[in-house]
């Protein structure tokens, strides 16, 4: 790497997005966002939990409070509003970057409303509303991989709704994301339904998987298990790569392909690190392939920028030693396919609490505005 050289554009050339794991009003309005833009980031990836932690700090969307509450407007209306209108505005931030990829990233994601996760008919409307809402091309609408959220998944992608597939932590279920997503572009392909704008990513989670099995490494109490530690996560996404591969090698991809259609890229989520004993770009560095892309919360972007250590590709032929890793831990009793299990509905239980500090987080701001009156009722 040159002196000219940044991690962020080190990244970039090994063929990596990076992409910012954030996004509130006052960060578009002041202009970060299109700073972190100029730095090299190419993506934004939102859940309720930011829009919780956005709309709790300062005055950003006080204005839009009062019109709201003027216009009568209800809470889960408001805060379809607010979150689409902030998203809108971060897409066409990020409408240069769009155009000059030719549509494979400056794509921005919003989240269904996650306690939809297990209806499977409520999911697919509630992505149809937010694409309507937004009406921007370079829009991914996250969708949970639940067992019910891949039938949604599917229906979406075969309307043309671009789908950033969210809270996958095990080999299994990618795969059958995977098979969702070949699903939607065949279904689409035969309505006649152009496969070049339809974009995906698939976001698989990377550190809780270690903040989940490094505790019950450390309760075994063994040289074995200690040497284990900080090794499952990095392994488990190493092997989803080649997952990604056998399906993107086959049939059924390569005639999707012909057609025009582009890959679902593998995107690591949860890439901040929990344990302060890890280095804190460990799940960027270790990471590193061409065609995915990483998003990071700001504080871990800040710390790649300044001091990753990107060193070409570290996940291309891992595959074999990932399995030996994820198979010693299995023979120490733990089932990495019961934690990612828990993982998956933990997930889902933050987003949902989440959206539910939300929700109150919008109707308390809706009563201040609407004046004492309304409030103290």
């Known amino acids: 790497m040159t002196s000219s050289t940044t991690p962020l554009h080190a990244l970039r050339d090994a063929g990596v997005a990076v992409w910012l794991d954030d996004l509130s009003r006052q960060r578009i309005a002041s202009g970060g966002l299109a700073d972190l833009v100029a730095r090299g980031v190419v993506g934004v990836t939102t859940n309720p939990t930011i829009f919780a932690s956005a709309l709790s700090k300062g005055d950003a969307y006080d204005a839009q409070l009062r019109a709201l509450a003027v216009d009568g407007a209800a809470v889960e209306e408001a805060v379809l509003r607010i979150t689409t209108d902030d998203v809108r505005d971060a897409c066409d931030v990020l409408r240069p970057v769009y155009d000059a990829t030719d549509g494979v990233d400056g794509r921005v994601s919003i989240e269904v409303d996650p306690r939809l996760a ?38 979406a992608l075969a309307q043309g709704i671009s789908v950033n597939v969210t809270l996958i932590f095990s080999l299994q279920r990618y795969r059958a994301v995977l098979d969702a997503f070949v699903d939607g572009l ?27 099995i490094d505790p019950m490494l450390d309760a075994l109490g063994t040289d074995e298990a200690a040497a284990l530690r900080g090794t499952a996560a990095i392994a488990n996404a190493r092997l989803a790569w080649g997952v990604y591969q ?10 999707l392909a012909a057609a025009g259609a582009r890959p679902q890229r593998p995107l690591w989520a949860s890439t901040g690190v929990k344990d302060p004993a890890y280095p804190d770009t460990r799940y960027v ?29 570290t996940v291309t032929g891992t595959q074999e030693a990932s399995a030996a890793l994820l198979d010693r831990i299995e023979a120490l009793g733990i089932s990495v396919d019961d934690v990612t299990e828990q993982l998956e509905v933990e997930g889902l239980r933050k987003f949902e609490a989440s959206w539910t500090e939300l929700l109150a987080t919008v109707e308390a701001g809706l009563a201040q505005a609407a004046g004492p009156d309304e409030a103290s009722r």
Do not use: C, Y
């Open 118 to 155: 297990r209806d499977t008919a409520a999911t697919i409307a509630s992505a149809e509303t937010l694409w309507s809402e937004i009406e921007r091309p370079n829009l991914f609408v996250k969708i949970p991989a639940t067992v019910e959220g891949l039938a949604a998944i599917t229906a």
């Open 186 to 212: 065949e279904q689409a392909r035969a309505a006649g339904i152009d496969l070049a704008p339809i974009a995906s990513v698939a976001s698989f989670f990377v550190s809780r998987v270690d903040a989940a």
């Open 246 to 255: 056998d399906v993107v090698t086959g049939e059924r991809w390569q005639a």
């Open 285 to 313: 560095d270790e990471l590193v392939v061409a065609g995915t892309v990483n998003t990071m919360p700001e504080k871990t972007l800040d710390a790649v920028a300044d001091h990753g250590d990107v060193h070409g590709d």
